[in-house]
């Protein structure tokens, strides 16, 4: 049996009941075996694979809180550091009532290469809990985050691991997570990235996900011949992620017509509203279905169905496995040329193979997504220096950092002999930083 595939045999066998931690590391590693043949004995004999998709370190803890009631609750929490090869981890912290450890290894495992990605000096985790701030009071909110650290603040530290946002984790619980570290730890550190203006975040950190995520599509495009402006984009998602990359989009030019959430999704053949949208999910933390309602060129349709709309490009933001062989199917059959994801791991594996042997250009989150990763390690170094950079020098920084990114990856996958397998690329440069950090550092 080949390297490769002893240690996707050994990850399913040695990690049951973890689908989605099994389906990041097989897209990986099938990727890596054109790298890996090259000098099999040797990787094998260091154990490299195995040391990569084997977490350093898992902290796996309860969170009790009491609730408005007066009822105490209990939520598990977890804390993955994944690898620090090639920096202290950083990744975001997961609340979602889906969240179990497989979910977070597989988040964690695809930030390694994620960060590598991103040419920043940044390891590998992510972390969460299944608790669901849907429905929650600000207070409960404050109850749970204060709990939550109560336990992570032993782990983490500003040149340890530094967590941020990710699905249910925005400004306010990232507010009430720094400040119970400070308070228990009594260090005025940047230990969270994602934070507010008035306490040493950085300004663009809150856009930089779908930013980034626009600025590496323009330049895929651009790359093969075609122009992101005038273009119809389907989007998922009515959050972070989703609401940035609709508003970047429009700035090129470009028109969003949809968005969802967990419970239904929208048409606006106008063009979405983006302050609308804002007003409805930030603000009020309401349904899309307040959206519709203020919205006459608006159509709310209940579940899923953003990807049978017609469109050119189809931008996945919401969450994993969202798009699937049936939705790529109708994506090809609309006409749609190019997908990006801007979510972790949206498109399932087959819907991904079925995309590119259609000749759809297709860029994996690990790419696509870096944006905001590397955002946070920018606000680390204005930590570091204890200072705070306009909006237009991080932007740009930004920028340049998504263009680098596509360019790696493009050029990995012609050295490979993959040219426009832009997941292989990915997967491929984001490893070899890492793996050659992790040889020069010993067996650790
Ligand atoms: P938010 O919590 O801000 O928004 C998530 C959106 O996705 C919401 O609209 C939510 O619907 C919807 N959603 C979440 N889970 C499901 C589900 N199981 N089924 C259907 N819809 C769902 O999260 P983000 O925008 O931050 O994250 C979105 C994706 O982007 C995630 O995959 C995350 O890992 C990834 N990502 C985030 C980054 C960041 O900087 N925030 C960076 C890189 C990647 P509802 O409103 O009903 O909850
Ligand atoms: O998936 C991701 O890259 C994030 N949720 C952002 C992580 C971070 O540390 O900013």
């Known amino acids: 049996m080949s390297y490769v595939d002893e240690v996707l045999a050994m990850v399913v066998a040695k990690n049951p009941a973890q689908p989605e931690f099994h389906q990041a590391v097989k897209e990986v590693l099938e990727s890596l075996r054109v790298v890996i043949e090259e000098n099999e004995e040797e990787y094998r004999r260091d154990a490299l694979l195995e040391r990569l998709v084997t977490p350093e370190r898992i902290v796996m803890f309860r969170v009790p809180w009491v609730d408005d009631k007066g009822q ?25 009532p889906s969240v179990n450890l497989g979910i977070i290894k597989f988040l964690g495992f695809e930030q390694v290469f994620k960060n590598s990605l991103t040419g920043l000096p940044i390891g590998g985790g ?50 009430y997570l720094f400040g119970q570290y400070k308070r228990i730890r009594n260090l005025y550190e940047g230990v969270l990235t994602g934070k507010g203006l008035t306490y040493g975040g950085s300004l663009a950190r809150t856009e930089a996900t ?31 992620v989703a609401t940035y990359a609709i508003q970047k989009a429009q ?98 594996l087959e819907a991904t193979e079925y995309l590119q042997q259609q000749g759809i250009l297709f860029c994996p989150g690990k790419a696509s997504n870096a944006g905001g990763v590397a955002t946070s390690a920018l606000e680390m170094s204005q930590n570091s220096e204890r200072l705070s950079w306009t909006f237009e020098e991080v932007d740009n920084k930004l920028q340049g950092i998504m263009v680098n990114i596509f360019h790696s990856i493009d050029n990995a996958s012609k050295k490979y002999g993959m040219e426009g397998n832009y997941v292989a690329g990915a997967n491929i440069a984001g490893f070899q930083k890492v793996a050659d950090a992790m040889k020069a550092q010993g067996i650790v």
């Not at 977890?78 to 975001?92: D, E």
């Open 251 to 348: 700035q090129l030019g470009a028109k969003p017509v949809t968005c969802s959430d967990s419970t239904g999704w929208i048409f606006d053949p106008e063009g979405i509203d983006v302050d609308l949208l804002k007003e409805v999910k930030e603000v009020k933390r309401a349904r899309l279905t307040e959206y519709a309602a203020k919205r006459p060129s608006a159509q709310y349709h209940e579940g899923r169905g953003v990807w049978s709309v017609k469109c050119d490009v189809a931008l996945p933001c919401a969450t994993q496995n969202e798009l699937g062989l049936e939705d790529a199917k109708m994506l090809v059959k609309n006409g749609c040329f190019a997908v990006a994801e801007g979510a972790n791991m949206p498109t399932t």
């Open 210 to 240: 779908g930013y980034g995520l626009l600025y590496l599509t323009k330049e895929m495009l651009k790359c093969n011949g075609k122009d992101i402006k005038d273009k119809i984009i389907a989007v998922s998602g009515a959050g972070n």
């Open 72 to 96: 105490v609750q209990v939520n598990n929490g977890f804390r993955v550091q994944f690898n620090s090869a090639i920096g202290p981890y950083k990744g975001g912290l997961r609340f979602h």
């Open 126 to 175: 992510k972390g969460g809990s299944d608790f669901d701030p849907k429905g929650k009071s600000d207070r409960e909110v404050m109850a749970f985050c204060q709990s939550f650290m109560t336990e992570l603040c032993k782990h983490i530290g500003a040149d340890t691991d530094v967590p941020a946002g990710d699905i249910g984790v925005g400004g306010r619980e990232i507010g």
